[in-house]
């Protein structure tokens, strides 16, 4: 059952309860909806250009942390990541029990469940965890705190991807963060799925999708992606894939901290800097 959303304390951000012992899985029962291949657009960001991280693991540890009312996409990226790391485990955490009671029948070697929150209740440091559609449902005064929570439990090298995306994948924008804080800001769409660029906004996670107004480095952003777009409609002749593709040089040219090129472009993807984009104190 959904509950309310409530605001996460510091006693919960901790870990802790307010006596010191350990509390209660930190967060709240959230919607749950997923659908199959729904993460396709992260996971093979995940199995492409952040692949490194998890070769060169001690220990394989990954996160599939919220991953709704059924286990799909935790067993999706089980299966993707097994295509990298052979020996990984994944571990997918959800905060209501019923959930993971109907996921147990598909634990294999490497796929687990249990229950938990931002806490992370696995043995280890993981070196990945994948959060997509929970901090949207989250107050945006408590995703400092809880990011912080994750970032404290990742291994070396670790990366924890906060993300939100439409009910099929198709618009999919993700925040990518290690230890020391947020690295970059990715987005990802299917060619046809947009009028604009800047139709992924209302995807866009928790800590910008409210920073969207002018005078935010995220609005900036979005109104050079359409700026940008439509100054490369020439290329629309050539398909979508190209005029993308021309859209992502003309925003690197223009000075914007385009971190990935053109193999990525072709994807529909766009990666950023999060200097770029991190909302004004």
Request: with cysteine; net charge positive.
């Amino acid at each position: 059952m959904v509950q309310k959303a409530e605001r996460v304390t510091a006693p919960q951000i901790s870990g802790r309860s307010s006596t010191g012992r350990p509390g209660k899985p930190v967060g709240n029962v959230t919607r749950g909806t997923t659908n199959p291949n729904r993460m396709r657009r992260v996971d093979r960001w995940l199995a492409g250009p952040q692949a490194w991280r998890l070769r060169n693991a001690a220990d394989p540890l990954v996160v599939d942390l919220g991953y709704g009312a059924t286990p799909a996409t935790a067993v999706e990226l089980f299966e993707r990541l097994s295509a990298v790391r052979p020996d990984v485990r994944v571990f997918g955490i959800e905060i209501e029990p019923e959930r993971v009671r109907a996921a147990l029948p598909l634990q294999r070697p490497g796929l687990s469940f249990r229950v938990g929150g931002f806490e992370l209740p696995v043995p280890g440091r993981p070196v990945l965890v994948r959060a997509f559609n929970v901090l949207r449902q989250y107050e945006e005064a408590d995703v400092p705190g809880i990011w912080r929570l994750v970032q404290d439990r990742l291994a070396p090298d670790g990366l924890f991807i906060d993300g939100t995306c439409d009910e099929i994948g198709r618009r999919v924008t993700w925040v990518a963060l290690d230890a020391d804080g947020p690295l970059s800001l990715s987005i990802s769409v299917r060619f046809g799925s947009f009028d604009l660029p800047s139709d992924v906004a209302e995807r866009l996670p928790k800590a910008l999708i409210h920073r969207n107004v002018p005078g935010e480095p995220v609005h900036a952003l979005m109104q050079a992606m359409d700026r940008a777009w439509l100054e490369c409609a020439p290329l629309a002749s050539f398909g979508n894939r190209q005029r993308w593709q021309g859209m992502c040089r003309t925003l690197r040219d223009a000075g914007w901290p385009v971190q990935d090129g053109p193999a990525r472009w072709r994807l529909g993807e766009l990666t950023v800097g999060w200097d770029a984009v991190a909302p004004l104190a």
